[in-house]
């Protein structure tokens, strides 16, 4: 049997206003809408949101005598909140998620106010300036002390910034600067948006072609993974598999690369579920998926919140290789690629 063509240029463009759709973990509404708007074109799947702020869809399968299974891919991202109003106007933050401020220097930023304004600005060191503080710039540690908003609007001290409408808890959205290029896809938060675009293109095409995946399938768009506890509710009890569609970690040692997805067989939580590797290695032979099989050290799925929370389901991680994950990342359409035809041909056998 051969896998339904993906329209991958369509998969492109969702995935492309899905990265520029700011989504902080806790701020994930606009992009939930976005893949839910798209869900809303697949016949036969039923919606809903969790209490949480999740989405869930269901799709029926060719029979329900086997358990259901279930995909999980996550639309929140890495990003801050506005923790402090410092004298000068300028805003100290607190990270949502794990990464590091040089990694974000310099880049552009939305701050969400409570009233619903957005306000631009850029992450700056607070000595950043060559001409004035000489080598302090290059030796200041980047840390939360050190870090600042420069709003991009008149103001020079606290009660300035108040005034604008600014305030603890804000939301803070770093540009994603999303570009396209020979097949690359370079931009921030391919980690995990990447995988929700090619979880959904992948129902799409199975669904286009007018096939059911074998049996009752679960899509969960999980809105808090990056704080450690996303898919930690929303899986219904039916569900025996999971899949935790999310990214491959690329670098020195790994056999992770941008054209290639990647089964996980272990990461900071411990092994995933051997049977249930085997079975996606399997598939992706069968089916001629590009696929590697790797190892990564600073990490945690989705996956494995399910299993903290008491999941008893068996749990693989596959996904796209990501170079430079939780900075400016970049993939390969190849490794999207190979990932949607990976989640066919587990939904389709
Ligand atoms: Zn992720």
Known sequence: MKLPEIDTDAMLSFLVQLLNTPSPTGFTDQAIKLCEEMLKTVPGLTMKRTNKGALVATLLGQSDDEGWRALTAHVDTLGAMVKEIKANGRLKMSKLGGFAWNSVEGEGVNVFTQDGQTIRGSILINKASSHVYGQDVTKSERKDATME?????????????????????????????????????????LDDKACVANMIFAVKAITDAGLKPKTTTILHISNYEEVGHGAAAGIPPQVTELISVDMAAVGQGQTSDEFHATLCVKD????????????????????????????????????????????????????????????????????????TKWCMAYLLN
């Open 149 to 189: 908003i420069r709003l991009d609007v008149r103001t020079e001290s606290a009660t300035d910034t108040r005034a604008l409408g600014v305030g603890v808890g804000d939301f803070v959205a770093f540009d994603p600067r999303v570009e396209v290029t020979n097949g690359f896809v370079r931009s921030r938060h």
């Open 268 to 339: 900071s939580g411990g092994p995933y579920h051997f049977d249930l590797n085997r079975r996606m290695q399997h598939l992706a032979e069968q089916f001629d998926i590009p696929y590697k099989t790797d190892i990564y050290p600073y990490y945690g799925s989705d996956g494995e919140a399910f299993w903290r929370a008491g999941g008893d389901v068996a749990v693989s991680l596959i996904g796209p290789g990501v170079d430079a994950s939780h900075n400016y990342e970049r993939t390969h359409i190849e490794a999207l690629d190979a990932t």
